[in-house]
């Protein structure tokens, strides 16, 4: 029969299938992996569980004294040893045990009817299991997935972006941890395969077939990758599992040979059978425990007193050393050792910790010399099996005399000040940083004594520099007063504007979106285009955003492979230079749709896994970012978040970003394009684009910031700041090298209308509430685009709203974009009247806009003291003063005046 | 009773031609304290710098020795025309605010965490900025150092070095003013203590040099007042004194820097700046001056015919070629202005390094760059801030021998500035002014510290690491500012690890091919986790 490992996806695994010789080898994993390699989830930060069983033994002459440790707090420490001793360091440090859990994964193949068939996929373990999965359709080429139609997802089914579905599994039944999802198939759709992985939420974790995607054959030609389940051939393949060498002696080996299958009773159905198969899966499950060191100097003896305990179960061993002369290097005190101490290799001591008598847990007491500077210590399990201190070794600080009065000093300190609350949770909080980088800094040094593993302790260092940095300047952005973004901001960018092109026009362009998501579907989108630029230009459009011309997986353009095969599904590249020419001609600029997240493979890498480019830019894994696991990249870490669905790409590597400015200045200098629409600029640092401005020196150049607005139950707040600060933060990060589409004024505009609350849209200082409030030279306003509405509807704009949403951004600051869609739709009169407003009035990004009224059914503002506008079906009338009003459009709930 | 064993008459210095880059660290104190005696020998150096000192200090009262031993002889030319910046301490400053004016430490959790990225990439220490107006507040001989104190505090446990700036001037961005009693005593005060311009108006973030030895404070001069200051600062920072406190800087006028406030209008530095010398004092002691040289007419007021705050140089004939600061008048009433800046900095200088003596600090003081119309023969804009020296000679050298006999570091800021951004208009050169006061420097033996100016310049990095790079003048140390939303925001943080890593020969981008052999080596070590490898297991 076929047996089938699986192995669950965890994060080192590209390393070991790059190993050079066949042979592979699994090697131990370890429980503290975590902090190095998994993903951030495995490691609930910040959780201090002490466990509330754990009874601590402390004794200053081998006497049993019982201090009892709350469980709710870190510090609280009752004790009834005697007074004479001094406690100097006291912690408990939360310790995760990660126990493995067997299992199995099923996948059952089942017919109902005739053609109607039905798929569980089905996970043994707890945990919080999510199919991630897609379709082929007959006829598709490559390993990208499709979405299913919509009658086969099941209910609550998520889509992920337009290529894969993520459907939960439920549990079979209370109290049972057997958990399945079931899809339903009917076989005269043109589905001819169906592709899944399965992805832990807990942990992260994706479990993965031979290190590809599941895939389910519906029909008998679909190409074998050696991933098939169920194929009727019975995988013949077999040979192809002798590359995977298991040790079974190996503990953390997570894949085993024993895959059992059943083939089913065989039935004819357009040559599909009925199948169940069993795939045994492992799980690291986190167990919590803590670890409690308590040192205390004794001050008879001025030894140091180390008492270490934990609720670990089993039998644990200390395996320690000393630091001292201000040295952190690991060192054997003199003797005498405690018992149960042996040496190790001449480097370091180890003890066993004593059982407990209620079994829960061992402590251990260490009598150390009164001048060592500290202890320094880590745990160990079993042979495999070492915890330490959330990736570094525990440390215990030994304050030598002369240390302490600093400390009482600085206890003083914060006795004298009068805000004690404030005080004391910050000298709690870093007492904590505190410890961290003692810990950090013994790690790095020992690091470099020893110059292991140069390459993995940069990496977390640099991580963790970053991390800090953001932290730190998150906090000081946010202190520093009277943060008035666009005064500053707009000051700051005067200066760049005189040297360099910069990306963001004259301020006075009107954007028009010159497509939607079926404009594909023609195959002569480009000269269709062509022939509205007449129309377009007259209706007063300055700029013309194009759809994303490379050769792509999907036909709409935004999954690009070949960056140099400028022939599309929307026309040929002759086709596109000739539609830049005559929209050139007719004084409209024209923006390339830019996708530089992620790129799609041309070849597979030696594990099936599609990461090899070809073309032109024929990279290899090292352009792919390391850390999406469905595509073994070599690079580094994104710097942004991933976007699933094909490789993304690590802009961090000089070669990429050399190719890459290449290619915009190609496309500039070939295509003719004036500027760049960015594709999902979340997916990487926005310093690379300013590179790649800097680069291109476009004319106009707007990136795509997308990401959710803040709602409490279901309401969307009325403060947005953080979300466009995550706007105006990414278009700070390009040095104002690229405007970006101001989402937040959408998502509020979708409020205000939809539910009547006017009063949303103006901020509490009395501005916009959008990124044109802050920013608008930068804020490009749109209402809908083709992932928005068209076809696709991922966050439509209230209907029937549409021109009091116009009447918005195309009288108020920023750069509107104006959608294809409503151009060639019932309201083109409409906006063409107020697009000649704009245009007669000499609106532009950086208008001023005065705000005179947001109350619950009306809003209304004045534009450079020139244009007026109301939206809501409230009452507004301009100020019948000096200035001689008179209304300009008119329509359903909103009006705009001017003044003549 | 003070013998100098051996020494230089003039500089208490020789000079031997030998290069060393060795780290001479060692400094015991036996505090003998028996009869009144101290016994404290030290010896120290600066890290790979070319400096030794080694001091034998025996109770004031005896016997003292003392020998500066420096290798920059004025012969020895270093080979090679560049050198490693592995040597170069890196600091960064603290926010000016990072102390509030009750003594509350702004923004604690972004310093504590931005000090733990700094020590991870690898810096090597904090400027911190301990204004006198925050510390003397509310009276005389009150000191509250609580803030600081807490801030030293946190920079000790992160491991970093703390290099404290006395800051005995005020500040307009963040507004931080000079004590309350000062400010009370200068309101009341007939004819001001503060420098005042032609036109009256006081300068209020700084205190006239003319009145270093008046006692204008309370009975007390100035002098004395700073004095008091250091001693305070030394017995509440004892504990950190020479451990994490490793260099203080002094206040030596307005921003810190040694000059006159000639530029009070920020706005508008174009112009030459004005002389500053309206004030009472200064006004008695010119006219006590040309009294003295026999031309009481000239002691009557500054220059009739500068050109004001912001005129061009030229509008006015007094910096024109061949115009009054060429002429008799002007030599004498230059030689005097400048004579007042050369001996503040030497009163607070000799104050400090007496108050400081032996802790293993060493002491700073700031020049500022004043390379507005430096290409101009008459300098305006150094003259106006007082540095000029009579018939042509080098404006910097007497500065210069100040700080050499008071065994104190000069810190140069601006050293990111580059010509070619300058306009061309304001016949600006920082790079040849910068390269004038470090050749000052090193004929008078001067270790140089640097700085980067305020604001964020194009290709300042890159000046920066050309400036440290310079063999012919070895700036062993430099003050990055400063710490603050800008600092880490992620462009400019960005930028600044770069820079480090540039210094630092922090090797990065290598490791794609180093590791590529190592792999199995590192992945088996005990499962591949930092914590295993530091178990020295392997």
């Known amino acids: ?77 009752v004790e009834t040893t005697s007074q004479s001793d001094d406690v100097i360091f006291n912690e408990n440090f939360p310790v995760q045990r990660i126990d493995k859990a067997e299992g199995k994964i099923y996948v059952r193949l089942k017919q109902v009817k005739e053609n109607d068939w039905e798929l569980s996929v089905g996970c043994s373990l707890p945990g919080k299991w999510i199919l991630h999965w897609g379709v082929s359709y007959v006829g598709d080429t490559g390993s990208e997935w499709d979405q299913p139609p919509e009658d086969m997802r099941p209910p609550g089914s998520l889509a992920i972006k337009d290529y894969a579905i993520e459907t939960p599994l439920e549990k079979l039944s209370e109290g049972d941890s057997f958990h399945e999802v079931t899809i339903n198939l009917n076989l005269e759709s043109s589905v001819a395969a169906l592709n899944f992985v399965l992805k832990d939420e807990e942990t992260g974790a994706w479990y993965q077939h031979k290190g590809r995607d599941f895939k389910v054959p519906l029909l008998d030609d679909v190409p074998d990758d050696g991933n098939l389940i169920g194929a009727k051939k019975g995988f013949g393949a077999l ?69 270490i305990e934990t609720d670990l179960p089993g039998d644990v061993t200390v395996h320690w050393g000393v630091c001292k002369n201000g040295n952190k290097k690991w060192e054997i005190p003199a003797e005498p050792h405690p018992e149960e101490t042996s040496l190790f290799k001449n480097k370091a001591l180890r003890t066993r910790l004593q059982r407990k008598d209620d079994g829960n847990g061992s402590s251990g007491l260490f009598s150390l010399d009164g001048e060592l500077e500290g202890l320094c210590f880590v745990l160990k399990l079993n042979e495999n099996t070492w915890l330490n201190n959330r990736g570094e070794d525990f440390y215990v600080p030994f304050l030598t005399s002369a240390a302490l009065p600093v400390e009482s000093g600085a206890a003083q300190v914060s006795g004298k000040t009068p805000k004690t609350n404030q005080e004391v949770s910050d000298s709690g909080f870093t007492a904590e940083i505190i410890t961290e980088i003692r810990n950090l800094a013994i790690d790095i040094s020992s690091h470099k004594n020893q110059k292991t593993n140069v390459k993995e302790v940069q990496e977390n260092i640099l991580q963790e520099i970053e991390k800090l940095a953001a932290e730190a300047y998150s906090i000081f952005r946010s202190t520093t007063p009277a943060f008035t973004p666009e005064s500053d901001l707009e000051s700051e960018d005067e200066k760049p504007e005189i040297k360099i092109s910069s990306g963001t026009g004259s301020g006075f362009e009107i954007l028009c979106q010159g497509f939607n998501w079926e404009s594909h579907k023609s195959g002569r989108w480009y000269q269709e285009l062509q022939e509205k630029a007449d129309e377009l230009a007259s209706l007063g459009f300055t700029v013309l955003w194009l759809p994303p011309p490379t050769e792509s997986v999907s036909p709409e353009g935004y999954m690009p492979k070949d960056l140099y095969n400028l022939n599309s599904r929307y026309g040929t590249i002759d086709e596109l230079k000739e539609t830049v020419k005559r929209f050139h001609k007719v004084g409209i600029k024209v923006l390339g749709d830019a996708v530089l997240n992620h790129r799609c493979a041309h070849f597979k890498n030696s594990n099936g896994v599609w990461n090899l480019f070809g073309g032109r830019l024929n990279w290899d894994d090292r352009a792919v970012v390391a850390d999406d696991p469905h595509f073994q990249g070599r690079g580094n870490k994104s710097s942004g978040d991933n976007f699933h669905a094909a490789p993304n790409i690590d802009h961090s590597q000089d070669f990429v970003r050399k190719d890459i400015k290449e290619w915009l200045c190609w496309m500039r200098e070939e295509v003719g394009y004036d500027g760049w629409r960015l594709d999902f600029v979340r997916g990487f640092w926005g ?71 006017y009063w949303r849209l103006s901020d509490p200082k009395g501005k916009p509430p959008g990124v044109v409030g802050w920013w608008p030279s930068r804020a490009v306003t749109f209402i809908e685009n083709h992932d928005t509405g068209s076809t696709q509807g991922h966050w439509r704009f209230p209907g029937g709203k549409e021109m009091q949403g116009y009447a918005y951004i195309l009288t108020h600051p920023g750069t509107p974009a104006v959608f294809f869609d409503h151009i060639y739709s019932d309201y083109r009169s409409e906006i063409a009247s107020l697009l000649s407003l704009r245009n007669r009035q000499k609106l532009h990004c950086r208008s001023e806009v005065n705000i005179v009224k947001s109350e619950r059914d009306v809003y209304a503002a004045i534009i450079d003291e020139k244009v007026a506008m109301k939206i809501g079906p409230g009452h507004y009338e301009p100020p019948s003063g000096s200035q001689n009003w008179s209304v300009a459009v008119e329509g359903r709930d909103y009006k705009v005046w001017e003044t003549s | 009773m003070e013998v100098s064993v051996i020494g230089n008459p003039q500089t208490k ?57 420096s290798d920059q002889a004025p012969f020895l030319k270093p080979t090679p ?97 000079l004590p309350d009693w000062v400010a009370k005593i200068g309101e009341e005060a007939e004819g001001g203590i503060y420098f005042t311009d032609r036109y009256g108006k006081q300068y209020k973030d700084c205190l006239s040099f003319a009145v270093d030895d008046v006692p204008v404070l309370d009975g007390k001069t100035p002098m004395e007042v700073y004095g008091g200051f250091c001693e305070s600062f030394k017995s509440a920072f004892s504990d950190y004194m020479g451990n994490t406190i490793t260099g203080i800087t002094l206040g030596l006028g307005p921003d810190g820097e040694l000059r006159y406030p000639s530029h009070q209008h920020e706005t508008n530095l174009s112009g030459a700046g004005e002389f500053q010398c309206y004030d009472k004092h200064m006004l008695s002691a010119l006219k006590h001056y040309a009294v003295s040289t026999g031309n009481p007419l000239w002691g009557l007021g500054g220059p009739h015919d500068a050109p004001a705050y912001d005129q061009q140089p030229h509008s006015t004939p007094f910096f024109s070629d061949g115009g009054s600061w060429e002429s008799q008048y002007g030599d004498f009433f230059l030689t005097w202005y400048s004579s007042l800046l050369t001996s503040h900095a030497d009163r607070v200088l000799s104050v400090a390094s007496s108050a400081f003596k032996g802790t293993g600090v060493s002491l700073c003081g700031k020049l500022p760059l004043l390379h507005q119309w430096n290409k101009l023969r008459s300098h305006p804009s150094e003259l106006t801030a007082g540095f000029y020296s009579s018939g042509g000679h080098d404006r910097y050298e007497a500065i210069a021998e100040i700080f050499a006999k008071n065994s104190c570091r000069m810190i140069i800021p601006g050293m990111d500035l580059s010509d070619e951004h300058q306009s061309p208009a304001s016949l600006s050169s920082p790079e040849s002014l910068l390269a004038h006061i470090k050749t000052s420097c090193k004929r008078q033996g001067v270790v140089v510290s640097g700085q980067n100016s305020a604001a964020l310049v194009p290709g300042g990095f890159e000046r920066i690491v050309e400036n440290l790079k310079d063999e012919s003048v070895g700036v062993d140390l430099f003050t990055y500012q400063r710490m603050g939303a800008v600092f880490f925001s992620p462009e400019h943080f960005h930028a600044f690890t770069v820079f480090v890593r540039n210094m630092n020969q922090f090797e990065l981008s290598s490791y794609d091919q180093a590791v590529e052999g190592d792999k199995a080596k590192t992945m088996s070590i005990g499962s591949g986790t930092t914590g295993a490898a530091s178990l020295q297991t392997a």
């Not at chain 1, 503990?251 to 040979?257: F, I, T, Y």
Request: charged fraction near 25%; proline fraction near 4%.
């Open chain 1, 1 to 77: 029969m076929s047996t089938v490992p699986i192995e669950p996806l965890l994060h080192h695994s590209p390393l070991r299938h790059t190993s050079l010789n066949g042979a592979r080898t699994f090697l131990p994993s370890s429980l503290n992996l975590r902090c190095h390699f998994t993903s951030k989830k495995l490691h609930s930060i910040g959780r201090s569980v002490t466990s509330g069983n754990s009874l601590g033994f402390l004794s200053s002459e081998r006497r049993r004294s019982i201090a009892i440790r709350a469980s709710s707090s870190d510090t609280a420490v």
């Open chain 2, 81 to 177: 025309k560049s050198r490693s910046l592995e040597g170069v301490k890196l600091f960064v400053g603290l926010p000016l605010d990072t102390v509030s004016d009750c003594n509350n430490v702004n923004h604690l959790k972004a310093i504590t965490a931005g000090l733990k990225a700094l020590k991870l990439l690898g810096v090597e220490g904090i400027e911190l900025p301990i204004f006198w107006g925050v510390v003397e507040k509310e009276a005389p001989g009150k000191y509250e150092w609580s803030g600081y104190l807490a801030v030293a505090e946190i920079v000790k446990k992160v491991g970093l070095k703390l290099h404290a700036s006395l800051s005995f001037h005020g500040s307009k961005n963040p507004e931080i003013s």
């Open chain 1, 687 to 757: 310093g690379y684009v300013k590179d790649y401005m800097d680069a291109s020196k476009p004319y106009f150049a707007v990136g795509e910031y997308w990401d959710s607005l803040s709602y409490t139950y279901g309401e969307m707040d009325y403060n947005q700041d953080a979300h466009r600060q995550r706007i105006v933060d990414w278009i700070n990060a390009t040095s104002g090298a690229a405007g970006a589409f101001d989402v937040t004024t959408k998502g509020i505009l979708h409020a205000a209308l939809q539910k009547c609350e």
């Open chain 2, 13 to 69: 210095k020789i000079y031997r031609t030998e290069l060393t880059y060795r780290e001479l660290g060692f400094r015991f104190g036996s505090q003998v304290i028996s009869g009144e005696s101290r016994n404290r020998v030290s010896f120290l150096t600066h890290q790979s710098s070319k400096w030794k000192e080694i001091k034998i200090q025996s109770s004031p009262r005896s016997v003292r020795c003392e020998a500066i031993v």
């Open chain 1, 239 to 307: 040979g192809k599992l002798s590359n995977i060498v298991v040790n079974p002696d190996e503990p953390g080996a997570d894949v085993q040979e024993k895959g059992k299958s059943s083939s089913g009773s065989t039935k004819e159905g357009k040559g599909l059978e009925e199948f169940y198969e069993e795939m045994p899966i492992s799980k690291h499950v986190a167990g919590d425990n803590s670890v409690s060191v308590t040192a205390r100097k004794c001050p008879e003896t001025s030894k140091n007193i180390v008492s």
